[in-house]
């Protein structure tokens, strides 16, 4: 008999922004397949196996989780944030498209909230008009690529989200990031670095361009960067929706 494969998204970092819908997911499950730090987050129960594995073997816990459902197994891969957001709804599509024989596995996606809207609740409404995300880390894709993003986003005007924006492996992209940010935008442009959101280790600072510096970022930083029209008003951040 063969089994599911339900690919959920643990919110931010707080168990109660977790959904309902994933909750009851994970309730249901026999195996539960992830990071090593996602995997942590699930409570471990009688007749639950977890599987925590390294970052970068995304297809490979694909697979995994593929081939166990086909065996009767029901199977949630966990990601952080929402599973369709830079994690692993990609990854096991991917996978399945590369091996027909998982075609009759049946495949659910659950959203979660992501570090992106998380970070941008706490400051306030920085994402208020349109955006874009933008992960800054070049393990799947070229630098070239990444700052050409970059520069046409900024040029376009988008509030942005940058996700992995500095590790201790790559110190130099996140310093270059700014340099282009501030040659496109200026110096006034508003920055937000939310840090560890919804945790208790949360911490929110918002500066300009000018004023920020590479080293206020690490992974587990989300910077939020404003538009022309974005602006402070007290303690918060906004962007008018009536921005052009």
């Not at 990444?146 to 992995?164: G, T």
Request: aromatic content about 6%.
């Amino acid at each position: 008999m063969t089994g599911w494969v339900a690919i959920v998204g643990l919110g931010p970092g707080r168990e109660s922004l977790v959904t309902p819908e994933v909750r009851d997911v994970l309730a249901n499950a026999t195996d539960v397949i992830g990071y090593i730090p996602y995997v942590a987050r699930v409570v471990p129960r009688k007749g639950l196996t977890l599987h925590p594995s390294d970052n970068r073997v995304e297809l490979d816990r694909a697979t995994h989780a593929l081939t166990l459902a086909q065996s009767g197994a029901r199977v949630v891969i966990v990601s952080s944030g929402d599973p369709g957001v830079f994690a692993m709804a990609s990854a096991v599509f991917e996978a399945l498209e590369g091996a027909p024989e998982f075609s009759i596995v049946e495949i659910t996606v659950h959203p979660g909230i992501t570090a992106m809207l998380a970070a941008a609740a706490a400051a306030g409404a920085p994402l208020g008009h349109d955006f874009c995300a933008i992960n800054l880390s070049d393990n799947l894709k070229p630098w070239e690529i990444v700052e050409h993003r970059l520069r046409l986003a900024a040029r376009a005007d988008f509030a942005m989200a940058f996700y992995n924006p500095r590790s201790k492996s790559r110190l130099h992209q996140f310093t270059r990031t700014l340099d282009v940010l501030r040659e496109e935008c200026g110096t006034e442009r508003l920055i937000t670095f939310a840090r560890a959101v919804s945790t208790p280790d949360e911490a929110l600072v918002t500066v300009t361009l000018g004023e920020a510096r590479a080293e206020m970022a690490d992974m587990r930083t989300v910077v939020l960067v404003g538009n022309s029209a974005t602006r402070r008003v007290g303690k918060y951040v906004y962007t008018p929706r009536s921005a052009s």
